[in-house]
């Protein structure tokens, strides 16, 4: 497994020196880093992460999880998330791939596979184990930047042996779920998608709850179940994400606090410094200046 683990880094480091989240391959990211970096809050969005050199971990909700080559992440809903490269240097960078995952693709090759007895996720997001089986579909895939003539043609085959191997692992109850419609994942994404599109609004867990088709009661229990937060958690992530972007092209951080949803500039800045570890306007001029890492979504 390690011979094949080292030709996959060397495709990676082929194909970028740094962060490179749109690639010739669609849906596929790469990323290298040669030093340990501080904690990064970003939104994951449905994707899978593939280390394959140096350790990554990530927080979301109550949750820690770390990954290396031994394991493989996935998020299958829009997850705010705290990530940090914990073990990098120059000699030994950190080297992962990424797939963002096609719920459509999915589908169509669930509808093309047998019935699997039903198992319950405990949540929309998790690290397991690779397999050489994994790793040789992530192989074929990858080997395409090497070949760009051949992507229009196989790309979209070989994403479906990856989606594949997916389904055969530990991830597979997860991922089933994602592409079915009925399942307590989807009515939580429902949700999700409600409040991502209106982070800005009081939020009302009855509203929320209709939305996903379920009783107050059980909305909550299958939302933390699912997202290792509640939804006012979920919503201040968003709403904090949210404000962080806006004030890089403005100054004015109180109109920022308001244009997202919270009535009080004085608690917006506490949770703001909180979250991002500084001031909002000290915080806006360190992106302003680069000092913060961008583009930590794999």
């Known amino acids: 497994m390690q011979d094949l683990l080292d030709r996959m880094c060397q495709r990676v480091m082929r194909h970028t020196d740094g962060t490179r ?18 904690s990064v809050m970003t939104l994951y969005e449905p994707m899978a992460c593939l280390v394959l050199r140096g350790v990554k971990e990530v927080t979301i909700g109550d949750r820690v ?7 493989c992440f996935i998020a299958s809903l829009d997850l705010p998330a705290t990530g940090c490269i914990i073990e990098a240097c120059a000699d030994d960078p950190y080297i992962v791939a990424s797939l963002a995952l ?10 093309d596979l047998p019935p699997a007895p039903e198992a319950m996720p405990a949540a929309g997001f998790g690290v397991a184990p690779v397999t050489t089986e994994l790793l040789e579909a992530w192989d074929h895939l990858l080997a395409l930047l090497d070949r760009p003539g051949d992507i229009a043609f196989l790309a979209q085959s070989r994403e479906r042996e990856v ?17 079915r419609e009925d399942s307590r994942l989807a009515q939580v994404r429902r949700a999700l998608l409600w ?8 939020l009302r867990t009855e509203t929320l709850a ?11 229990r299958h939302f933390k179940a699912v997202t290792a937060m509640s939804p006012l958690q979920y919503q ?13 092209a403005s100054g004015d951080a109180t109109r920022v606090a308001y244009a997202v949803g919270y009535e009080s500039p004085s608690q917006f800045s506490r949770e703001y410094a909180r979250l991002f570890g500084a001031p909002p306007l000290r915080d806006a001029e360190r992106l302003r200046g680069g000092r913060v890492e961008a583009g930590e979504l794999i």
């Open 21 to 38: 989240l749109n690639t010739p391959l669609p849906h596929v990211g790469l990323a290298i880093a040669r030093q340990s970096h501080q």
């Open 65 to 71: 999880l770390r990954y290396d080559p031994a394991s």
């Open 102 to 111: 096609d719920r459509d693709l999915l589908s169509e090759l669930l509808a």
């Open 163 to 179: 989606l594949y191997q997916f389904l055969q692992g530990a991830h597979g109850p997860m991922l089933r779920q994602v592409a």
């Open 195 to 202: 409040i991502r599109d209106h982070y800005d609004e009081t």
């Open 210 to 220: 209709d939305i996903a088709g379920m009783s107050v009661p059980t909305f909550h």
């Open 236 to 248: 201040k992530a968003l709403r904090l994400q949210a404000a962080r972007r806006m004030l890089t």
